[in-house]
């Protein structure tokens, strides 16, 4: 059975970081993605790393500030948030899609507000 469980929101201060996790179940070496969801905003890819972190995508809101990494060992994907707007408030996701089904975890609120 797949889950996914991500941890690390909080609220903290614009320029601020945060690193969320997403600990996987269920399976392994896949790619593996983190989602965003804004209030009142559609869900959007954040950034995508490969099952061997081979290739990665960014959305260019990001780049510069997000980092995606993963531990194969602990079957753990993280992604470091760093100088943090208030843009950023969002829940973020996490995201496989596996042998053809979509599977996505419960989320983390981030919310950035002095």
């Known amino acids: 059975q797949v889950q996914l469980v991500e941890s690390g929101g909080g609220l903290v201060q614009p320029g601020g970081s945060l690193r969320l996790s997403c600990e996987a179940s269920g399976f392994t070496f896949y790619a593996m993605s983190w989602y965003r969801q804004a209030p009142g905003k559609e869900r959007e890819l954040v950034t995508t790393?490969?099952?061997?972190?081979?290739?990665?995508y960014y959305a260019d809101s990001v780049k510069g500030r997000f980092t995606i990494s993963r531990d194969n060992a602990k079957n753990t994907v993280y992604l470091q948030i760093n100088s943090l707007k208030p843009e950023d408030t969002a829940v973020y996701y996490c995201y496989v899609a596996f042998r053809g089904q979509n599977y996505w975890g419960q989320g983390t609120q981030v919310t950035v507000s002095s």
């Open positions: 790393i490969t099952s061997a972190a081979g290739a990665i």
